[in-house]
């Protein structure tokens, strides 16, 4: 069996379509930092300079009238209240440092503020009495699972005890985004490409070894998958690591503790970046692995390596089909094949399943790999192998 998985290793590595694909991920991984700086992306201090101005435009719209009565003047203070804190915030998020404003310790915090906003805004979707109510919910206010969404936010942002992070382009935060472009169709698509004639091309190129060799076909794909798989993480992770250097030679550094959003218990609960990463690397190497599983083993029953990347590449489009159909259990197997919409929740809400979590999906890809393992030995079983001047293999 040494002999085997030294020839299987000695062939993936001595291939010269392997080599060049190789080369080109760990270019495209570790180019990543300078190719997310080529984005449009909106800076906090933007952001907050346009909740700002929209913060204004509510005084426009509703009549001066309807803050006469009791109710209308303290929801015309929280409102007002708002705008303080969005100011304050706006302009900390513009010093580019820190939490508070240089040489006004007196004032407020971002965090402070912050929970100041979710507090007023909590207030308001109890105003049911104010005359506009409707036009608030419906034009200012953000939905209240948001609204409880940013105070467990600020919550965690305070127990780790760092700044806010003004820097859409800091190296840990670049780190997320290329992981997360990983996580989806940039995963078929490289998995697709990288190994969808490997199997196929030894059975036909070396005949006579593989046809000699006393093991079943199962055990040559499995080692076949697992090779290309070891081989795929490590351009992958030394290209991460290289992006992420580049960019701490380019912007700030960023937090692997800052909070970050994951879905959780039936809501968004925020954890520390190093643990939302961990995660999704772990749910990306295993789906990776099934991938490469379906991929080497379709490789030999169709031998065509268009066909072959056109079916790996569609299964990232099979949860989508459960926006228009109804999704009948949060242990769909298809549902965990979108893993950035399981950490974020887009699943869970599109498919109205809470249910649909993180570690659901590390339980559902070990019944894949087993489902996977007894398909692929039964068809390795029955397939006709006599084309290509292949004769029928009997398993040992």
Sequence with gaps: MKKIAKWNGLRILRDWKTRILLALF???FGSFSLLYRQQNVTFPAIEMSEEYEDERQIYRLIPQSHFDSELGQEVQKALGSNSVAL???RYILSQRSGNEIKGMAALPDYIENGRTIVENNIFLYGAEEFESYDLLVDTYLPPLEEVLEQERFYDQLEASGLDIEWNPYSASQMTKGELELLSGLTLFLLIAILAADHFTKDQEEHWSATQG?????????????GFLAGLFW????????ISYLVSLGMETSGSFNYPTALFQKGAVHYVPLWQYLLITVMMTLFLSYILLLITTGLSWVFRNFYLTILLVTSLFLLP?????????SSW????????????DGSVAANTGLSGVVWW???????VIILALEW?????????????SGLQRREQA
Excluded: E
């Design 332 to 343: 769909q197997p298809s549902l965990y094949l979108n893993i950035f919409g399981v950490l």
């Design 375 to 387: 398909v692929f030995s039964k068809v390795f079983s029955y397939i006709p192998t006599a084309t």
């Design 360 to 366: 659901k999906g590390f339980i559902l890809y070990g």
């Design 234 to 241: 490590l351009t992958t992770l030394v290209g991460t690591a």
């Design 87 to 89: 100011g304050v915030n």
């Design 213 to 225: 060799w006393p093991i079943p076909w199962k055990t040559q794909w499995r080692l076949r998958s």
């Design 320 to 328: 989508q089909m459960w926006n228009f159909l109804p999704a009948f």
């Design 26 to 28: 760990l270019v495209f």
